[in-house]
């Protein structure tokens, strides 16, 4: 056995089963999944930790800083239960890797939902996927699913957002290129270890996906109590949104790599 999975024994007396990450291109899905998934009574996600999508290595003030600083951060740990003091001087400092620090910070925010001691926690932080090869080594117990949505249907939303706006298209489309460029070359790595779904497939048959997501984690669907008639069916709103010029730009970036996950010209 691994060191690393040595290091995952220690985890203590919440975690029965290995955490699991949804990955994928922002505006592409993952806040639904998270939703869904985290209605099982036993499936804990905090907010977006970003914590593996920096690439300054742990514990350098390059990286330190932004996760103290940053409001966004500070309002993802208000909405945990946790506070900065504590996230600074209990967490941050006791953590040496960015695992330690990913699971002192799934601890904390068990302990502060007053979660059962089987819970099992997952992680959902679209950007992560920037440090995913790193993840998944740290990880090696752990499972990942990729969710995909139609790469203009995730320009048009970065553009319409009013969470997270790209104007720029080319910016805007690298999101979604890079992003899914990222997990493909994960594929080769983690194997069976990844499950790629599309939004589209998700939002037109959200019982049978559901159904194949919560298999592959080995969790029984049927305690999912998420209304899945909330969930309604891809818009493809770009149609509307975007401009001719754009749409060209956009393919000219996406290229062959749309084409692969079924995603036309």
């Given amino acids: 056995m691994s060191d690393l999975a040595n290091r995952g024994d220690k985890r203590g007396h919440h975690e029965k089963a290995p955490p699991f990450f949804i990955l994928g291109s922002v505006r592409s899905g993952t806040t639904m999944l998270r939703d869904v998934i985290a209605s099982h009574p036993r499936l804990f996600c905090p907010n977006e930790t970003h914590f593996f999508r920096f690439a300054d290595p742990y514990g350098t003030m390059t990286y330190v800083r932004p996760l103290i600083n940053q409001k966004l951060f500070q309002e993802h740990r208000r909405l945990d ?155 493809n709103k770009y149609k509307t949104v975007l401009p001719a010029e754009d749409i060209e730009i956009a393919w000219g970036i996406f290229g062959d790599l749309a084409e692969e996950y079924g995603f036309h010209r």
Avoid: C
């Fill in 81 to 235: 239960t946790i506070s900065d003091d504590y996230f600074r001087d209990q967490i941050l400092v006791k953590s040496h890797t960015r695992r330690e620090l990913m699971e002192n910070y799934a601890a904390a925010y068990l302990n502060a939902q007053g979660a059962p001691k089987d819970a099992r926690w997952f992680d959902k932080t679209p950007q992560n996927v920037f440090g995913a090869l790193l993840l998944a080594a740290e990880f090696p117990e752990s499972r990942f699913v990729h969710i995909v949505r139609h790469p203009l249907n995730v320009v048009s939303s970065l553009r319409t957002s009013k969470v997270m706006v790209i104007k720029e298209v080319v910016g805007a489309a690298n999101y979604w290129y890079e992003s899914t460029l990222i997990m493909k070359s994960m594929r080769d790595v983690v194997g069976d270890r990844l499950l790629e779904i599309t939004y589209d497939q998700f939002t037109q048959n959200p019982e049978k996906e559901l159904g194949r997501v919560m298999a592959f984690l080995g969790e029984d669907s049927r305690q999912v109590t998420y209304d899945l008639t909330k969930i309604k069916p891809e818009k």
